[in-house]
């Protein structure tokens, strides 16, 4: 390791004086777009509050006993006792959740965006102020406070009649910057004495290509590939040293391997993402849709003026069946995903129509791919 220091330090400068001219094969991505380093994570924080100033839009103390109940607490702690036997029936005051995501190596007095939300029956907290609340980790420390003016998007209204309408949320909110961090997360980054590159995807391809690409560049034996999602690294003791090495380690483009073959059905909105890896076997498809029209038109007899009778309906139904044309259309062995879209449109196929040609398919034992239902 200590021959590894000068060598990587005048590599490095090398490697800095002289940008590495771009030799990445086609559809080729950077490490720091394809991986991230292990160890280095954000971390959530949450917390608890109150918002005042609310314009009688808070919520209603009499349903949310617990509003008031923290807002007795905040008053305690400035010296002001408020009598049992008063119930003061707020409306400008809401209890709020607040979270936010404290990235890694921030130090104290870092700003961070916060997000705030009723967890009451307020309407809307547009125009609300956010008062001071510590923000805890998952370990039950403070790591930030936050305070500040809420940015509310959303907003509503109601008429005396019952009517309203409301666009976006009115009871969530953000305050941009309107929280310090105090305490900082500590981090092994620099006590590792190898680094690990975990892949966002796993794929074994994409690890092996990955350990390549950096021997390649590093030298044989700097990195080398533990399963299919991370690849370990070999880095300096030095920060100096390891931060430039790192510099220039996310940077190297690498050719991730291909994605499996997936076809990804929404059985909400009816969306159908196809993948490119797709392949189905010859197989022949009819699709056609049977419609069942029934409508009642019921007939009113009625008698004459003085014919002493009483007035009937007779129903009477009609029935009509519509079948539109079942087109059939072959796949050959191996179609791509183009061809089976073309194929697809050529038949006129809706979404949904699409949803259950692609389950036959798979069901017939035709589709080369995984079918995946969101």
Request: charged share 15%; net charge negative.
């Amino acid at each position: 390791m200590a021959m590894f220091r000068p060598l990587l330090a005048l590599w490095l400068a090398g490697f800095l004086a002289v940008a590495l001219p771009a030799v990445a094969a086609a559809q080729a991505e950077r490490i720091k777009d394809l991986a991230s380093v292990g160890g280095v994570r954000s971390n959530q924080l949450v917390g608890y509050g109150l918002v005042v100033g609310l314009d009688s839009s808070g919520d209603q103390t009499a349903q949310v006993p617990f509003t008031l109940q923290s807002l007795n607490n905040m008053l305690q702690q400035f010296g002001i006792t408020v009598p049992e036997n008063i119930n003061p029936q707020l409306t400008n005051v809401a209890a709020v959740s607040v979270h936010a995501e404290l990235p890694a190596f921030v130090k104290p007095g870092t700003r961070l965006d916060v997000t705030v939300s009723s967890i009451g029956n307020a309407g809307s907290l547009r125009g609300g102020s956010l008062l001071m609340t510590p923000l805890k980790g998952a370990d039950g420390n403070v790591y930030a406070v936050a305070q500040g003016n809420l940015v509310v998007s959303g907003f509503g209204a109601s008429g005396q009649d019952g009517s309203s309408i409301t666009v976006n949320i009115p009871s969530s909110g953000r305050v941009p910057g309107g929280a310090t961090v105090e305490r900082a997360v500590p981090s092994g980054f620099l006590e590792r004495a190898a680094l690990a590159l975990n892949l966002h995807t796993p794929n074994f391809t994409t690890a092996h290509r990955m350990a390549e690409t950096i021997n390649e560049t590093l030298g044989e034996g700097t990195a080398r590939a533990l399963d299919a999602v991370s690849v370990e690294v070999q880095a300096p003791a030095d920060p100096d040293q390891r931060i430039a090495y790192l510099s220039v380690l996310e940077n190297l483009e690498v050719t991730p391997g291909a994605e499996p073959a997936r076809v990804i059905v929404n059985s909400r909105t009816g969306t159908v993402v196809i993948s490119n890896e797709v392949r189905v076997l010859p197989a022949a498809v009819a699709h056609g849709s049977l419609s069942v029209t029934i409508s009642e038109r019921p007939e009113v007899s009625q008698p004459g003026a003085f014919a002493g009778g009483e007035t009937a309906v007779a129903p009477r139904s009609q029935i009509e069946v519509a079948q539109e044309d079942a087109r059939m259309f072959l796949f050959d062995s191996g179609v791509s995903l183009n061809e089976i879209i073309q194929a697809v449109n050529q038949v006129g196929a809706a979404p949904g129509d699409l949803v259950a040609i692609m389950e036959a398919l798979k069901e017939a034992g035709a589709l080369r791919a995984q079918l995946v239902v969101i």
